[in-house]
């Protein structure tokens, strides 16, 4: 539901603007501090982009988070992102080349997928600044990636046939994650695992056109965690209902409604 605006002034390529974003409220319960808590929070989104006269696509973005009642907001997370072709070059707040295409994961809860998750990442990831290129051929995506100053580079590849997905990649210390995916009708299945012994479990089922059920588990050396979640679309907003063990044996849950603009 973004706002867009096409902008356009002499001698420059006409600009599509757009504002969007997300907000949210609801409780989540913590059973290791055995409290309640209402949280609440809002992103702002803005992005623009053009298109060259030989096809090559160029974007920008940043954003703004507040949460609960801080004002600390800031302008930040931003990316350059280039497209021509089968070939994009990403910079800044950019997923690395494992993240992107060998990632098995899913986030639970009304608060963007903050009250519990499982994942097998051990990459790069967006919160850092990246340089990320891909190129993608038929079912097949080759990406490399590396920290703005290339003390730290990776590489990933990921393919696709029929209803199933494949991903796999390793860093320059040897660090590796690798996920397999299926899916069948309303049926999502995601398995991964990495280096660090870490595994990742996540099913997905559409119970209806507005409502779906998630299914997440993982094993590390920390502990075995798990989360199940009940999302149902009200059309222009989305109800969560989120329950979980961590990894420490705490139960996790959460309930309320995120909406996006």
Known sequence: FATTALVATASVAAADVTVGGFGYIGAIYDDATSSTNVEHAARITFSASVETDSGM????????????????GKLGHNKVTVKTNGLTI??????GAMKSLARSV?????????????????????????????????????????DAAFTGTEVALAY?????????????????????????????VTAGT???????????????????????????TAGSSYAFDVSH????ATLSATVGESAAGATEAGLGIQFNF
């Open 233 to 236: 679309d009200l059309g222009g």
């Open 160 to 188: 696709s046939a029929g209803n199933m997905g494949f991903g796999v990649g390793m860093n320059n210390d040897s660090d590796w994650m690798a996920k397999v995916s299926y899916t069948a009708g309303d049926l999502s």
């Open 106 to 146: 899913a986030f639970y809860g009304f608060n963007n997928g903050g009250v519990s998750a499982v994942d097998n990442n051990n990459g790069m990831g967006d919160g850092d600044n990246n340089v990320y290129v891909s190129y993608a051929l038929g079912a097949a995506t080759l990406g490399v990636s590396a």
């Open 90 to 95: 990403a910079a800044g707040a950019t997923h």
């Open 194 to 220: 990495n280096s660090d012994d870490k595994s990742s479990l996540v099913l997905g089922y559409s119970m209806t056109e507005a409502t779906s059920l998630g299914l997440g588990m993982q094993d590390a």
């Open 57 to 72: 696509s160029l974007a920008v973005s940043s954003r703004i988070t507040t949460a609960d009642g801080d004002d600390n």
